[in-house]
């Protein structure tokens, strides 16, 4: 199984990322914002936590715009496996790969802490090693992780089952608690919540460690 | 171009006494230009050139086995065997972060950061240490929401975890809020980077981002008094770019692997001056600018503005001239600027040419060697009054009033805006004393702290300097780190003022005592003076920062308390309440002695912690609020009740120090009692763990109660 972390300029959680995949078995090649393809034999693509470009705009919109990121694009149109963490997360958005927007948190102040999450679903490659239900404990550490979608949107995210993981107490005023959510083809994650800061015992807590675990079933089953 | 004419208000302006003025002229043989005049003031300012405190600096114990690298360059380094080694040092950012809160703490992280990573090491762990004046001043708010905002804003962009700190409250600071940011990076013994120059004709490379006219003056704002005139004071403040500062440490470090770095030193304090002195002198070897090459973002800056602009995120390096173009190319790679501006020349000159003229033309040893040296008078403190009577409170009323303070709340409020995450390698997140982060790729872990009790420093400088040390100290050994060294980051008032001075020279007393005798030298440090304001001073706040070394993460003392554990002290209990929190906060007193610090006490008790770790189940050191406020935190963290047998007053928030409480099994508790005998360590047995309530002699209340009061008080304040 391969993986490749994409690294923009103000990336900060790459590595970890990376570390997190290594983790689970992957060999992992880190891929440059600057290129325009992907490595040959890519399983999955994770877009990584940090802030792409400074973030001084809106979160993500110019990472959305980078060469590398018509690539992803690409890779998830003809099926790829795309993981986005934090700002990948928000730059999954802005490239409308997944649907919604990440507003300033409702208390405005940048957030961290390990916060309880539950996993709505387990139909995914991602979350298929939990429990739909499950609480488990993951950190979080954002300023615009406020996730808003519209009504049509929030009905067809719910009619498909594709809400990923909703807070169990909301700590950003994200709309229906969500947390993380799900591409139609169900390949595409994007949360708020950092799984790689969660793989380790010495992390604290390890309930990140079954969504790479998983992938990798996944990946090696396809 | 036109340069104003040097008149007394202008040389006075610059922070000149007729007699510096006077070297200046004497030094040069001749009257200087405006440009050199503002280098003059830009290295000679007490910021720079530390002229007030350096004859007592010299006192500190700064060797030991462990140490790489002492006081003097950007930071001091300090090994962790495995051929690594941790880079660490504190800084101020007080009258910046006063005049623009977010803006000012800001750069004092971005500083700091690049103090770290200009050694060739890469930032593991940010601290700080923040002091604003009391809760009802109507610019506290401000300043409090606006510094915690600007330390997140830039160590969350740049990646790097702030794992702890501290935050206090106390008129003294109403004009002067003090801001000390503090940074460690993890590099290789073999791949340390520094500042002197080597080589006649090497190129004198930019780096980083251009230069415009922020924070032009900004040292000398720094070493001044703060009056009604501050709001002026504004444009000196710099700007700070996160996103920048991040490219510029990823684009070194790849820099530092090709071999192209010769020195390198970070432009701080006076830029573009300060730094490229630095180098020449160090190297004992002189600088030829050529200021058209600098990278600009403001049109038609002069001379003076281009050397003495704070502009941030900029690097100045001597370059092997063989490897430029794989230089070049890294800093393309990152989209940064990069720009040979100068080269080193043998002659002692330091060259400053601009538009095919010579602006600035200075003799550079002098510029950092002649800078003047003070013995200022002093006075030493006197010794204080006795405490006067205190009467005896209910220990459930006092601990509630503690955890109802904004002195002795939960800062989550703080803490939680900053990642203490990012890097993955945190082990103990902030809040629960030392925090710790493991050393990436290994088992080995590095715990950080910072401490000082300005009170206990006021009533007595010496015991108060030896204090902050031993705290220090405390948190680490609590932990289970074994402590490696110190930084000092010394915030005072004005030091013409023999008072002031008597109070600096006896907390340097002090600390140097501690740190001999904990071994835990003093590897870097930084001096804030002048923190007055229309002539009155902060309380003497000498912070002290430390790191201390886990061979293995699996002695992190990490524990929590439990039900059926029993509580122990270690450590020598008289109940000192003088200068207590106990006594500031319920009677809003501040008299009598700060307590006596027992250096050899320190260490025995510390060492026996750290020996004895099997035994332990949780553990956090005793300081300001005595055992009630120790055991409430242990109780807190672990969601159950405790029980003390003790009604005193005196021995419940008496803050006699060298002092741990320990919670732990019955059967460890005795193997415990075994070793402190054989340790001559003194230890008692003073409560149980169980339960949902404190109860404290008679008295009792339900922990949710005092919970819930410690974890809303701060957000009910600055919200």
């Known amino acids: 199984m391969k993986a490749a972390v994409l690294q923009f300029p103000g990336s900060n959680c790459d590595r970890d990322m990376v570390e997190g995949f290594r983790g689970a078995g992957f060999d992992v090649a880190t891929v440059w914002h600057k290129d325009t393809t992907l490595p040959d034999g890519i399983d999955i693509v994770g877009v990584p936590g940090g802030f792409s470009y400074g973030d001084y705009l809106r979160c993500g919109a110019i990472a959305a715009q980078s060469p590398i990121m018509r690539a992803v694009a690409d890779f998830a149109v003809w099926g790829g496996h795309v993981l986005g963490v934090c700002n990948g997360f928000q730059v999954l958005c802005e490239t409308r790969m997944l649907p919604g927007v990440l507003m300033r948190n409702a208390r405005l102040k940048f957030v961290c802490r390990t916060e309880p999450l539950i996993v709505a679903t387990s139909d995914s490659p991602f979350t298929r090693a939990y429990e739909a239900g499950q609480q488990i404990e993951i950190p979080i550490a954002h300023h615009d992780g406020n996730y808003q979608i519209d009504d049509d949107g929030l009905v067809a995210l719910r009619g498909e089952d594709r809400i990923a993981f909703t807070y169990a107490d909301n700590p950003n005023g994200s709309r229906a608690d969500i947390a993380g959510v799900l591409s139609a083809n169900r390949r595409v994650l994007g949360m708020m919540p950092h799984p790689e800061r969660a793989v380790e015992a010495a992390h604290g807590g390890t309930d990140g460690a079954p969504l790479f675990a998983a992938l990798a079933g996944a990946l090696v089953a396809a | ?719």
């Open chain 2, 1 to 719: 171009m036109t340069e104003p004419t040097i008149t007394p208000e202008i040389i006075a302006a610059h922070g000149f006494t007729d007699d510096e003025w006077a070297e200046v002229n004497a030094i040069l043989g001749r009257a200087p230009n405006f440009t050199e005049m503002g280098i003059f003031s830009a290295m000679w300012n007490e910021h720079c050139s530390y002229k007030s405190s350096k004859k007592w600096l010299r006192t500190l114990p700064t060797e030991g086995p462990q140490v790489i690298c002492g006081p003097g360059e950007n930071a001091g380094i300090v090994d962790i065997g495995d051929g690594q080694c941790v880079v660490f040092k504190m800084e101020s950012h007080n009258h910046p972060s006063y005049i623009e809160p977010y803006q000012g703490a800001a750069t004092g992280v971005g500083g700091i950061l690049r103090d770290v990573f200009t050694m060739g090491a890469r930032p593991i762990a940010a601290m700080n240490a923040l002091s604003f004046g009391q809760v009802d001043h109507p610019k506290t708010r401000q300043l409090v929401n606006g510094v915690v905002e600007g330390i997140g804003g830039y160590g969350n962009c740049f990646g790097v975890p702030t794992i702890g700190g501290e935050i206090r409250f106390h008129p003294a600071y109403n004009g002067n809020c003090l801001v000390n940011a503090f940074a460690a990076g993890l590099a290789d013994t073999d791949k340390i980077f520094y500042s002197a120059a080597s080589g006649v004709g090497m190129p004198v490379v930019y780096l980083g981002a251009k230069t415009g006219r922020d924070g032009v003056g900004g040292a000398t704002m720094a070493s001044a008094e703060f009056d009604d005139t501050i709001e002026e004071k504004r444009p000196t403040v710099q700007v700070g770019d996160p996103f920048t500062e991040k490219r510029l440490l990823e684009a070194c470090l790849e820099l530092m692997e090709t071999g192209a770095v010769i020195s390198i030193q970070d432009m701080g304090a006076a830029g573009l001056t300060c730094s490229a002195v630095e180098m020449g002198d160090k190297g004992g070897l002189g600088i030829k600018l050529t200021l058209d090459a600098v990278p600009q973002r403001e049109e038609n800056m002069s001379a003076y503005e281009m050397m003495l602009s704070e502009s941030q995120e900029r690097m100045l390096m001597v370059l092997n001239p063989d490897l430029e173009d794989q230089a070049r190319a890294i800093f393309e790679k990152w989209d940064l600027d990069f720009a040979i501006v100068g080269e080193t020349i043998a002659e002692d000159r330091f060259l400053i040419i601009h538009g095919n003229e010579t602006v600035a033309d200075l003799p550079l040893s002098k510029l950092a060697s002649t800078a003047p040296e003070y013995d200022r008078p002093w006075v030493e403190t006197p010794a204080a009054e006795p405490l006067a009577d205190v009467p005896q409170i209910d220990p459930i009323d006092g601990l509630r009033a503690l955890v109802a303070s904004p002195n002795y709340c939960s800062r989550a409020w703080a803490y939680q805006q900053y990642d203490s995450q990012v890097m993955a390698d945190t082990i103990r997140a902030p809040g629960l004393g030392a925090g710790v982060v493991r050393v990436h790729g290994t088992n080995k872990a590095l715990a950080f702290t910072s401490d000082v009790t300005p009170r206990y420093v006021k009533a007595n400088p010496v015991e108060g300097g030896k204090q902050a040390v031993a705290e220090a100290f405390r948190n680490l050994c609590a932990v289970g780190a074994k402590p490696l060294a110190t930084t000092d980051n010394m915030n005072f008032g004005n030091p013409q003022k023999p008072e002031i001075m008597g109070q600096f020279v006896g907390a340097i007393k002090g600390i140097g005592e501690a740190c001999l005798a904990l071994d835990t030298p003093i590897v870097s440090g930084n001096v804030s003076l002048y923190n007055e304001t229309d002539g009155t001073g902060i309380l003497p706040t000498p912070t002290i920062g430390a790191v201390g070394l886990l061979d293995s993460v699996d002695d992190l003392i990490a524990g929590t308390a439990r039900d059926g554990h029993v509580l122990l002290l270690v450590g020598e209990t008289t109940g000192h309440l003088g200068q207590s929190a106990l006594l500031y906060e319920v009677f809003n007193r501040e008299d009598g002695d700060a307590p006596h610090v027992d250096l050899e006490a320190e260490r025995r008790n510390g060492d026996f912690i750290r020996d004895n770790r099997e035994w332990i189940g949780a553990c956090t050191d005793l300081s300001d609020g005595g055992l009630a406020l120790a055991a409430f935190e242990l109780a807190n963290a672990a969601g159950t009740g405790i029980t003390l047998d003790v009604a005193d007053t005196a021995t419940l928030f008496g803050e006699d120090q060298a002092r741990y409480l320990i919670s732990t099994s019955f059967d460890k508790a005795e193997a415990l009692m075994i070793a402190a005998g054989r340790a001559g360590v003194s230890i008692v047995t003073v409560g149980k763990v169980g339960g949902e309530a404190i109860r404290i002699g008679g008295s009792e209340a339900p922990l949710a109660e005092l919970s819930d009061i410690w974890s809303s008080t701060f957000a009910t304040h600055f919200g």
